[in-house]
């Protein structure tokens, strides 16, 4: 991953536990939906990843594509 995504993948972490503190969820709780958020956002990079190499598309081609 690159630091730019690691970044996004931060802020968005981030967001989903600001609004899990306003609910009042407890610590543990957000611990571990923190630590399956992080594994989702990144299995889904990888995911997407691939996908852009099986179809060919190059690093630079893929800062394009939105």
Excluded: W
């Excluded at 923190?34 to 893929?62: C, H, P, V, W």
């Amino acid at each position: 991953m690159t630091i730019k995504n690691v970044q996004k993948e931060k802020l968005a972490v981030d967001r989903c536990m600001k609004h899990l503190e306003v609910v009042n969820v407890e610590p543990k709780v957000r611990q571990l939906i923190s630590m399956y958020l992080t594994s989702i956002y990144r299995e889904g990079y990888q995911e997407g990843f691939a996908d852009g190499e099986k179809n060919g598309y190059s690093e630079s081609e893929k800062g394009l594509i939105k």
